[in-house]
């Protein structure tokens, strides 16, 4: 394989200045080797060839190249507390891909402890999100049990402008304004050479389990309120903040909202392993004066104007027109400015509709995903499994102190008990 990256694809690239690595863990009962993980990555690239890819730059182009890309890297350890595969997490996390190199943009972590194996993948952004790491952790464990034929692969679907339905289109003035950017980029500007790192101060993870029962009783709850269980989980944390942190901090208004638009594009991207992914910032400010399920209501209405289809595909239209030149010039400085931007992100993958067990070995749940996200105060990353909902919440010290992320865990956890249970 030798293919160009498509524009949303390259404004995830970012001249590796910072780490763009998403990492997701799944919790599994039994025992994996790092040699059977091995035995295992040839098979899965076959069917997932973005797993098997490195990065190669070609002036203005970049390219994903199979050919002469190394194995993918196993690391396998034994740990004797939580901490250890936490500890792991991040590192992964952290830790930017060496684009000189020919390693892949995948790489893979065991770490046993007790009965269970924490089964770590992390990936760079360019070539996957949560969604994919997720049905990517799922396929390893069908080929451990040996069911490699229930593996679906990837349709190879190219995410730029010939995947858009035909009803997202630019405005005349912009197409113009694009046109003129491209030329004069083209003709003036050379690429972007040598950009200076970003070095963030490390990230630091709090987790929090809802149990079947309660994560049941919200599930009822916002169903008897019509309302969605993302517009819900985002005012809930909207209301914590505003509690502890009030309202005079423009950020806290924000939230940042990944969106998946797998099922937006021409043809559906379901299964697939690659990225399938725009955002949104949206405002979201806490009314105390209202009750809280009016609070979701709005929380619901604002989300779904910000990412309407015209509005989340609009952004990979305009990524897939813009020369590649002008796109690093516009993404790379943004990535060095430390001006906050919003006061949490919500990453919520939902319920994965994902079987549980594979031969020997039992899927107990996930954690993730995790990515680092320098303009937003804190980072919260949630995923349903099972009737299991795993929530971890990121953070910089620099930024918020452990005790006020503590407290904010422990202000979200008390008010969804009370929302909850008032119904």
Sequence with gaps: MKRRLTGPER??????????????????????????????????????????????????????????????????????????WQREILTEMETPFDYSSNLPLLKSLIVHQGDFTYLIVCGHHTICDGLALSFLLRDILLCLSGQEEKIQASQGIVFDNSSLPDTITMPRWLRAAVAAANFVCGKLLPPLSNPKKVTMPATTLLFWDIDKEQYGALRKACKKNRVAEHSAITALFQAAQYQLQGDSNPIHKQVYTPVSVRNKLKKKATNDFAMYASDAVISCPHDPDKDFWDNCREVQARIKENISDQKVLGQILLASAVHPNLLDRIMVPRVHSTKLKSGFILSNLGRLPLQRTYGGLTLEGFRGPFGYIPHTEKSIAMVSFKGQTSIVMGYRTSVISTEEMIRFKEKAAELLQKYTEER
């Design 11 to 84: 404004a995830l690239w970012l001249r590796g200045v910072i780490s763009a690595n998403i990492v997701m863990a799944a919790k599994v009962s039994g025992n994996i080797s790092a040699e059977e993980l091995r035995k295992c990555w040839p098979v899965l690239i076959k069917k997932h060839p973005l797993a098997g890819v490195r990065l190669q730059l070609e002036e203005p182009n970049i390219f994903f190249v199979s050919e002469g890309t190394a194995e993918i890297p196993v690391r396998e350890l034994t740990g004797d507390s939580e901490e250890c």
